[in-house]
């Protein structure tokens, strides 16, 4: 059993930054792949970013060059840094871990951004 829990989420002006953060109950080293999802009112989740065991990162077309995510192993959190912020990025960001044993979510933390 892996336990996640976002935080970082809020309200900004677009064009601002944030950073989200996702502490996992375990030891991220050892997972498949970490990452984030997003999902919009009415839309359906969709992957944002992926870290995989290797380092390796994967991101959606429409992040790329302003979203990066990272992690620190010592404190077995994941990160998502936002930049350049856009109204289309408001939604509820959820925290993904895959450790080799099942598939993991966090509850979400929310993102608005005001035009």
């Known amino acids: 059993q892996v336990q996640l829990v976002e935080s970082g989420g809020g309200l900004v002006q677009a064009g601002g930054s944030l950073r989200l953060s996702c502490a996992a109950s375990?030891?991220?080293?050892?997972?498949?792949?970490m990452g984030w999802y997003r999902q919009a009112p009415g839309k359906q989740r969709e992957l944002v970013a992926r870290?995989?065991?290797?380092?390796?990162?994967i991101y959606a077309d429409s992040v790329k060059g302003r979203f990066t995510i990272s992690r620190d192993n010592a404190k077995n959190t994941v990160y998502l840094q936002m930049n350049s912020l856009k109204p289309e990025d408001t939604a509820v960001y959820y925290c993904?871990?895959?450790?080799?044993?099942?598939?993991?979510w966090g509850q979400g933390t929310q993102v608005t951004v005001s035009s």
């Open positions: 993904n871990a895959r450790p080799g044993f099942g598939t993991y």
């Open positions: 375990g030891s991220i080293f050892s997972f498949n792949a």
């Open positions: 870290i995989i065991s290797g380092g390796s990162t």
